[in-house]
């Protein structure tokens, strides 16, 4: 029959909905609780997952179908809140920006917390010593006087444009935890509080640089900085950490930050 | 109640154990060019200050007396120490080169986008020089003059 026919060369052709392909991942996690553990251990686990899933979706997996006690913070799982920076692979990443595809899975996936700041539980770790140093910086607009005919500091896009790189950060900490000085030195104030300092220094509109640029020529501010780039490698926004860092380090030695006058 | 010779075949319905792995404490944080370029830089500035602690209290000793200086110069003139001061030339040249790519860094606006290029051609310099020093060098040691 002609419509046999038409069929089977319909066949022929790639179906649309032909079955995704899914594939067993291991996943090798760092474990601790610090109410049975003496010492974090690692344990691996089986997951089935698509190409397109996240390294949050196996974790999901994980804790709802295999160990609901696994332990790991995520909000918004698209890359904005910054909760789950955490160490994949040897390297800090976002796991809800993490795709499978991009990890080579015919070697076990490692998961473990980031690195010098207090561990809690599993991949939680404390993050209170990095907000700390966050608010030391005062993150806040410093103005003195009212804005000039009606309600808004003028700036012009120039001047806008010279801070908008650090402007991208989520506080995830994934910058503060890439770092070597960091790690064997926590009372350094960390790339993610100098990006943050460096939004406001090199804004127009605020009036206490010095104050910032102040607190950062201390002995554990932007000198402690040894320009490995993990900070900026490490970034899930894809701010240039330590460029920023450099330019706070050339603010601090003019002994201002160098702004658009217009 | 009935007696059974044989255990239960199927074992208790408990939660396995956790498949723990034996592994070193965290993995390695895999840094890129700019972390291994900051650990060579640390190995060889140790390296080089140990050095200078060294050379500086041996030179001094002319001050006191020449002839101790002459004996104690004249223990490195050694093939282990030619070896030793082939290390050196190789970690003071690392360490300057890598020293100037930082200055890049740090006092210029194209220095950190710049800094994977800069690192490799510091070790392509650094192998160039290598290059000229090593075999002259060698030959000294071990060319019996």
């Given at each position: ?8 060369a319909v ?6 909905e ?70 994949i ?83 995830c ?46 002995k ?43 | ?102 200055i ?15 690192f ?23 060319g019996?003059?």
């Amino acid at each position: 029959m002609a419509g046999a026919a038409t069929l089977e060369a319909v066949d022929n052709t790639p179906k649309a909905e032909a079955p995704i392909q899914a594939f067993t991942v291991t996943l090798i996690i760092r474990r601790f609780d610090p109410e049975k553990d003496a010492e974090p251990y690692w344990q691996d686990f089986d997951v089935e997952l698509y190409a397109t899933d996240r390294v949050l979706d196996a974790l999901h997996k994980i804790k709802w179908e295999q160990d609901g006690s696994l332990t790991f913070r995520r909000s918004c799982a698209h890359g904005i809140c910054g909760s789950d920076a955490m160490r994949i692979n040897g390297r800090n990443r976002l796991a809800c920006k993490t795709l499978i595809k991009d990890l080579d899975i015919s070697k076990p996936i490692y998961v473990e917390a980031i690195k010098g700041l207090p561990l809690e539980k599993d991949l939680i770790v404390d993050m209170e010593p990095f907000f700390a140093s966050y608010r030391e910086i005062q993150p806040f607009l410093i103005a003195s006087d009212k804005p000039k005919d009606g309600k808004e500091r003028i700036q012009s896009v120039a001047q806008r444009e010279r801070f908008d790189d650090t402007t991208k950060c989520i506080l995830c900490a994934a910058c503060t935890s890439s770092c070597p000085v960091f790690w064997t030195d926590g009372q350094y104030f960390g790339p993610a509080a100098i990006v943050n300092a460096h939004r406001f220094i090199f804004d127009s509109r605020d009036e206490a640089a010095s104050v910032r640029l102040d607190i950062l020529n201390d002995k554990e501010g932007v000198w402690r900085c040894r320009t490995t780039f993990n900070c900026t490698e490490a970034c899930p926004r894809g701010i240039e950490v330590t460029k920023a860092i450099a330019e706070v380090k050339a603010a601090v030695l003019r002994g201002k930050p160098d702004i658009p006058k217009k | 109640m009935t007696s059974q010779a044989a255990p239960p075949e199927s074992p208790p319905a408990s939660v396995p154990e956790p498949r723990k792995r034996r592994l070193p404490a965290g993995t390695l944080y895999r840094g890129r060019e700019g972390m291994w370029s900051w650990v060579l830089h640390r190995i060889t500035g140790t390296a080089i200050f140990f050095f200078l602690l060294v050379h500086i209290l041996d030179t001094s000793l002319i001050r006191i007396s020449p002839e101790a200086y002459d004996a104690v110069i004249g223990t490195y003139k050694t093939p282990i120490m030619g070896l030793g001061e082939v290390a050196l030339v190789a970690a003071i040249g690392l360490h300057a080169l890598n020293g100037l790519r930082i200055i890049c860094i740090d006092m210029f606006s194209w220095g950190p986008k710049a800094q994977r290029v800069m690192f490799w051609v510091a070790i392509g310099l650094w192998i160039v020089l290598l290059i000229g020093f090593v075999p002259r060098h060698l030959m000294h040691v071990f060319g019996g003059e």
